[in-house]
């Protein structure tokens, strides 16, 4: 029986749709799974773009389907990716969650696997508390939460400055954008997408 999986994001300098890809990669090694690479809708006009010099970074994921928030039931395993805007999600990501309500209204996605990840341009930037403020979106909404287990040895590299926590995968993009993330942290990324696509499939073979 396959296992369907959601990864929907939003990235402005592609930090965050790096480690969405290497998350839907770890998806994909778990046997029957279908994974779904969205992007959530732009809400910033093209001259603000232009000023962030956001542009030509999005012209790398532009390929990325538009994610349909009508869509999330369809889905085993969501995992939600943004990256931080003062501890908690971009307002893009939140006015994808806020087009939900209808699933919240018949309980279509109380069961699914639900689990976060983000990108801050700081190592202390609120990594954990923006993948928190994900969270209480599933717990809302009836799912199960997953993070990453500290069976990811990567969790524990004291090595190098790292992003990756039990909440879930992370990048430090640098304060100009100008750090990508690292082979350690698309360890991480893969491993989140591996372990919610493994429960998932538990989950639904039950």
Do not use: C
């Not at 806020?98 to 700081?122: E, Q, R």
Request: glycine share 10%; proline share 5%; no cysteine.
């Amino acid at each position: 029986m396959p296992v369907k999986i959601q990864v929907v994001f939003y990235s402005l300098y592609t930090h965050v749709y790096q480690l969405a890809e290497a998350i839907a990669e770890g998806a994909r090694e778990v046997p029957g799974a279908e994974v779904l690479l969205a992007q959530v809708a732009e809400t910033l006009p093209t001259e603000v773009l232009e000023k962030m010099g956001a542009v030509e970074t999005k012209k790398s994921f532009a390929h990325v389907p538009i994610a349909d928030p009508h869509a999330l039931s369809d889905a085993d395993g969501i995992i939600l990716g943004s990256p931080t805007r003062y501890g908690a999600a971009t307002a893009q990501m939140q006015a994808f969650l806020d087009a939900t309500g209808g699933h919240w209204v018949k309980g279509a996605l109380i069961g699914k696997v639900g689990s976060a990840f983000t990108s801050t341009a700081s190592q202390h930037g609120g990594q954990e508390t923006t993948i928190v403020h994900m969270h209480t979106f599933f717990y809302h909404q009836g799912m199960v939460v997953a993070g990453v287990p500290y069976a990811a040895k990567e969790l524990s590299n004291l090595d190098e400055i790292t992003g990756g926590s039990p909440y879930g995968a992370s990048t430090i993009a640098g304060p100009r954008g100008e750090r990508t993330p690292t082979a350690n942290e698309l360890a991480i990324a893969r491993f989140q997408g591996r372990h919610v696509a493994q429960i998932a499939a538990k989950l639904a073979a039950r």
